[in-house]
């Protein structure tokens, strides 16, 4: 599905600076449209999740069916899902959120001037979250943080003339204070993407094969030649770091450089930073995940 939405760009306005190889990205939000973008925020937050509910629903829909459960009792173990996404730690959430916001600049404020699609993003193959919710389910326990999914924070493409002509490596941090050290990570992360086609390609079409979204079937015929493409006709690579948090510098300054990209940051791309700084940031997750609480030791 497309991931443009008019309300959430109007919510967060961009200030652009800085020229090839390197630009930097500042969204602001703007207060009198805070609460028709918390909406189409979280409009498209579940749409994003959408996917790996319905995996999840679809796993446990004939062992849930109340007509083949004719003794359940009302002692019953809630459905398998019952608790996705908004049973996971908050810091599980925060980088969820941080990959969707990553999806959507590139699909809304157009990275590099060119028209960015996700396809779709790759939350069901999160298999510590998974196993983190069925702990929760079964034993009653507490929502516990565990270690993000590998691989790439989102992917997005654009195409021409039924090819893949160029596509975008996502790295996304999200967290509640101010940490300097994710933002450094996150630059590494994405320097060391150097393969020639994303390496969570095989997951993403094997998320696309099974998806019943009307333009899933044209996204595999695009992207599958690409596993098998030499580099020597690789289509061309961009970088995207996102960085989302709850802390303003004193002095109103960004947290990243607006003319030249971070040290840690090696590779020989064309290179976005941007970053996103939100008011009341517990606010904007559970409007994004209705039904989480709130559990944070630090950021």
Sequence with gaps: ????????????????????????????????????????????VEAAHADALDWLEGIGAEAFDPLSQPDATENTLPPLASNYPHGLHTRILQGYLGEILAGLIAENYRPFDLDWEVPVFLFRNHDAAVHQLERQRLLGTAAASVPGRFGNDCLAF???????????????????THRSSMIAEGHAQLSS??????????????????????????????????????????????????????????????????????????????????EVRFDEIDEVIVTAYPGHTISREDG
């Excluded at 600076?17 to 925020?41: F, M, N, T």
């Excluded at 002509?165 to 999200?174: D, G, M, Q, V």
């Excluded at 998320?207 to 289509?235: F, G, H, K, M, Y």
């Design 158 to 176: 654009t195409r021409a003339d039924g090819q893949i002509s160029a596509f975008l490596t996502c790295e996304a941090k999200c967290t509640y």
């Design 193 to 274: 993407n150097n393969a020639h086609v994303p390496v969570d390609l095989s997951q993403l079409l094997g998320i696309l094969r099974s998806s019943e979204d009307a333009d899933a079937e044209a996204w595999v015929a695009e992207l599958s030649p690409l596993l098998t493409l030499p580099e020597s006709a690789a289509p061309e690579h961009y970088d995207l770091f996102v960085y989302v948090c709850g802390r303003e510098r004193q002095d109103g300054r960004p947290w990243m450089s607006t003319s030249s990209a971070h040290d840690r940051y090696t590779a020989e791309r064309e290179l976005e930073a941007a």
């Design 1 to 44: 599905m497309p991931w443009r939405d008019e309300k959430f760009e109007e919510w967060l306005t961009p200030e652009r600076s800085g020229g090839v190889p390197y630009w930097h990205l500042r969204l602001r939000e703007q207060a009198d449209k805070r609460a028709d973008g918390l909406d189409s925020l979280a409009t498209l």
